[in-house]
Every structure is written in structure tokens, then in C-alpha cells.
């Protein structure tokens, strides 16, 4: 009687941990890039996985591109921080740009509460560039340097910044072209207005019909990528990528931002989301607010270090 009687009150309570759990008006989902890539693609997944949860409310994603994500981080703080505006935030952008000193913010002005996905650095070509394998791509690169043209998502990201690793590791010379974001690049890419692009896995793997990848920066290959091999075989001990997450306005409470935290780990573990995450190319990670201060500090340090060995910032 007592075991029935306590499946009863959990039961009961469940509705109503539930109804907590979820925001009690439409959430405003800023996004710092253009439709079209990851950070948008990532949202739509949430949006979509968020309104099963939450059924009482929408997820409205709003856009505001420019300068590579920093027009919207600049003025991320000026939003209402009543726990229901929150902005699309990246790694290693948000440590990047304020070194190089183009943007108006600094990385302690951005509050990032929850970091839900990992996406390794690619190189790819379209599919039908002449260059069919990472050897043929090097071999190019050296007989004409600065001959080759490669898109990437922003200035002083994720993508610049592999772009330069990879000028460095394999002694060649290539030209970065910065997008406003991967749907701006794609375009570029697939129509072979370019020569390839250093991005990121969800491109490749959305895009397998039309582009060719030639190395991936993970530990092991991808499993919808088996013929790529990863920047380690070929000599470089290198699993990079981009980082994606959910920040607030500096004005947001802590109460508000757990909330928002454990909202978010709900969306990642939810077997929905499991499933578009692998399709798509995201490796789902979980880092919230137990976890914030110390990742963000190690992910500093580490960038930090990356921007002054690629010479990023020096005029």
C-alpha cells in the first residue's frame, strides 16, 4: 500500500516538476549568425525538441549577423536578462575576437550558462575539384602558393583560426575568405567559387552528395565519414572544433540561468535530440553552471595560447 501510495504522489508531482522545468512565456532565441549553418541548424533542433517538452510556449529565433558573431555578443548585455532572451554563444569566437581588439565586448562580458555541442574542424573541396585526397591538396598548395581559396565562418573563429593550424603544420600558404557564417560560405563552396573550405563536421555530413572531405580534426574517423582520415594519421596531433551554447544577459539572475541550464541538459538528453545530433555531425556535450567557471577558465587559457602561437592580433 505504502509503494502504491508513493507511486501515486510521484505520479502527481511529475506534471508539475515538469511545468517548472519550463519557461512560463516564449523564449527569444538571438542568433549571432545567418540562417543557413550550424548555430541555426542547432537552434532549429532545440526549437523542435523544446516545443515537445514545452508545449505551453515557442521558441522564437531572431537573427542579428555581423562581424562574425560580434555584433550580436557586443550587444547581448543591452537585452532584457529576465531569463527568457538568450543568445547562441561560440568557442573559441568569444576569446578570438576580443583579442584581436575589432569587436566591442570583452570574453567577461559574455555569460554563457550552458555549452550543448562540439563540432570538429573539417577540410573539405566540392566534389568536383580536381583535388581528390588531402595529399593532392598539399601537393597544390605548395606548387603555387597562395593560389588556393579557402571559405570559412567568421573572422578570428573557430574556422580562422584551423585555417592558420593548418597553414602552419603542413608549411603551406593558403587564403582565408571569411562569411558571415557557413550558409553564406555554402553557396560559395558547392558553386566552386572557391577552391574548399575549412569548417566544421555538420557541413560535411549535410553536404556529403556534393563536397569531398579530406581530414577531420578527431580522434578517430567519423562514422558518416569513414573515408576521411583525421588530422592524427597524417602526422598532426590535432581534434579541434567549435564549441556551441546558450548565453545570457550579465542582468539574468543565477536562479534564472540554472533554470535555463537544466532546461538545456533536459534538450541534450532527450533521445530525439541524441538522434539529430548524430545525424547532423554534433558531438553533444554537457558543460552548465557547475561546470562553467572552470571550463571556461581552461578554454581561455588554451585559446589564449592558440591566438598567440598563430599570431592572431599582431599588426
Known sequence: MNKLLCALVLTLLTPVVMAQACPDKNLLYWQAF????????????????????????????????????????????????????????????????????????????????????????????????????????????????????????????????????????FAVKTNYIPYKGTGDMASAVLGAQIDGAMTYSAFAINNKARVRGLAIAMEKRHPLLPDVPTFKELGVDWVDGAYRGIGVPKSTSPEARKRLAELWAALNNDAEMKELAARNGFELVNVGQDQMDAFMKEKVRLYTEGAQRLGMGKK
Open 34 to 169: 545567418p540562417p543557413g549553418g550550424e548555430s541555426d541548424l542547432s537552434a532549429r533542433h532545440q526549437q523542435m525538441v523544446l516545443k515537445k517538452k514545452c508545449p505551453a510556449i515557442e521558441t522564437i529565433i531572431q537573427y542579428k549577423a555581423g562581424a562574425g558573431g560580434g555584433l550580436m555578443w557586443g550587444q547581448m548585455n543591452q537585452l532584457p536578462g529576465d531569463g527568457l532572451n538568450i543568445v547562441g554563444v561560440n568557442l573559441p569566437h568569444i576569446v578570438f575576437q576580443p583579442l584581436e581588439g575589432q569587436v566591442q565586448y570583452k570574453t567577461q562580458d559574455v555569460t554563457p550558462v550552458f555549452w550543448f555541442h562540439f563540432t570538429p574542424d573539417i577540410l573539405v573541396v566540392p566534389e568536383q575539384s580536381a583535388i581528390k585526397t588531402f595529399a593532392d591538396f598539399i601537393k597544390a598548395a605548395k606548387a603555387t602558393p597562395g593560389a588556393l581559396n579557402l571559405g570559412g565562418s567568421g573572422l578570428n573563429s573557430a574556422n580562422h583560426a584551423a585555417h592558420e593550424r593548418m597553414n602552419a603544420a
